[in-house]
């Protein structure tokens, strides 16, 4: 009976999840759960990646030292697009910037005075946005980074950690995906684009997929813990690639909704789709388990609710709490695109939204469960939006929305999705990221040979709850 632990990494929290294959299931229990959040570094956001490793490594150390656990492997899961640099000794220069950081704020508009718009989506399929990792470098290239002229390898969030595990610099297929860098349609870093922003390519590594071993962990590392030679899998090692990997669904005719801090709603194809449709619509290409690709759309999810509960410590509100206090209030007071630029990292992100409202003729939310609503009633609407995008550029129908993360737990938002795009909604697992995560190592080590056959030990595993449209879709309602 094997147990594998998955450290399941996003931009707000970190978990570290033990999952055991038996009997054509799996169980899973909860290790640890921590905090992590972007550091202001003067005028800066970077990623502690010293401070991760060592939390993931001290996990490591109680699991073996407290008896529960002896994991058959390893493997990690993060957020896209952020990457740390080494130097020619293989050393990090510096801790990775964060995604949010105001860099590179105007750097899309002046790249594309060098590569257009259309070229850029061409190569790579992916949806623009200011903080992929190709405008992270671009920026970074004009302000003169010391950091970019002494760096020799560039390995994106979990790719680092894998290293600081094992040693070993490779670069798995479905975080190299969210960059901006890769070309889908090739498997090869977009040489062009490169050249454009002035960086070497070769300080790219060698993509290797999901479901393979990256190396062992070092030797003092399985001394230090005890775990004895075990080895780091790369699973999905963006997070959302092991969730959609760990959806309960059957055949084709689906779409999935990735909720938590990120909403990214897309549908799973063999391919990618790159044509002057997903451009108009700004969808991504993203990699996915099994060959598969991931074409969706990033929506700005539950970051404005999380960055609105860091303003209202004093109450210390739980969340179920605030998702009552959402229901009681009337519908339709305001709408909000959770997209826009002006919540992207506001000081205070319950003035941004007032402002947003006012600025649009809107009622402002005056209350906490006015906030929390139009937060939710905003998602909704954005979600209702892209279903109908994908339904027009789609391989197959969309009969069903599966909703996996923490959004899946919410069932106020769920309804609300259910009737904003007039089908069925299905939520769970919550824990998707960490269950797609213990399931590819399981792969990776023999145990399960498809996505097909990895599908089926989720639904076995599970139990997700339907909700079905109450409320026709009306303007007037949303």
């Not at 970077?46 to 401070?51: A, E, L, S, V």
């Not at 002006?342 to 319950?350: A, Q, W």
Request: net charge neutral; glycine share 8%; proline share 4%.
């Amino acid at each position: 009976m094997d147990t594998f632990i998955a450290f399941d990494l996003g931009a707000g929290s970190g978990r570290a999840i033990a999952g055991t294959l038996k009997d054509e299931k799996i169980a899973t229990e909860e290790i640890s759960r921590f905090d992590n959040s972007m550091i202001p570094v003067g005028k800066h956001f970077h990623w502690n990646i010293f401070g991760i490793y060592n939390t993931l490594r001290n996990i490591l150390k109680t699991c073996v030292q407290d008896g529960k656990y002896c994991p058959a492997s390893i493997g990690i899961d993060t957020w896209g697009v952020d990457f740390g640099l080494l130097a020619a000794d293989g050393s990090l220069l510096s801790q990775p910037y964060a995604y949010r950081d105001s860099q590179t704020n105007g750097m899309m508009e002046e790249f594309f005075k060098l590569v257009s718009r259309k070229r850029v989506y061409e190569l790579t399929g992916i949806q623009l946005m200011q903080i992929n990792s190709l405008f992270q470098l671009f920026a970074m290239k004009r302000n003169g980074s010391s950091l970019l002229a002494g760096a020799r390898n560039l390995l994106f969030m979990p790719d680092l950690l894998n290293y600081l595990f094992t040693g070993v610099k490779k670069a798995e297929f479905t975080i190299a995906s969210t960059s901006q860098l890769l070309n889908p349609q090739t498997m090869t870093w977009a040489v062009e684009l490169f050249e454009a922003v002035g960086a070497p390519v070769e300080i790219m590594q060698e993509i290797v997929m999901p479901g393979n071993v990256i190396g062992n962990i070092t030797d003092d590392i399985a001394k230090d813990t005890g775990t004895g030679t075990i080895p780091v899998v790369a699973t999905g090692s963006h997070d959302t690639a092991s969730a959609i990997a760990a959806i309960p669904a059957e055949g084709k005719n689906w779409a999935y909704l990735s909720s938590g801090t990120w909403s990214l709603m897309g549908v799973e194809t063999q391919k990618p789709i790159i044509n002057n449709e997903t451009q108009a619509m700004n969808l991504t290409n993203e990699g996915g388990v099994g060959g598969t690709f991931r074409l969706l759309k990033n929506i700005t999810g539950l970051w404005l609710l999380e960055q609105c509960r860091k303003e209202w410590t004093k109450e210390k509100y739980p969340y179920d709490q605030l998702v009552e206090m959402a229901k009681v209030e009337k519908p339709s007071r305001c709408i909000v695109d959770p997209d826009a630029h002006d919540f992207m990292n506001p000081e205070s992100m319950t003035e941004a939204i007032r402002k947003y409202c006012k600025n649009t003729g809107q009622k402002t939310p005056e209350t906490v469960g006015q906030t929390v609503r139009c937060i939710f009633e905003s998602l909704a609407v954005k979600y209702r939006d892209t279903m109908e995008m994908l339904k027009k550029v789609s391989p197959h129908p969309i009969e069903k929305l599966h909703v996996i993360g923490g959004g899946a737990k919410n069932d106020f938002l769920c309804q609300l999705t259910a009737d904003a795009i007039g089908m069925p909604v299905v939520a769970g697992p919550a824990e998707g990221a960490a269950t797609g995560n213990l399931l590819v190592q399981a792969m990776a080590l023999g145990r399960l040979s498809s996505l097909e056959e990895l599908r089926k030990i989720v639904r076995n595993s599970v139990e997700t709850k339907t909700f079905l449209p109450k409320k026709p879709i009306q303007e007037k309602y949303f």
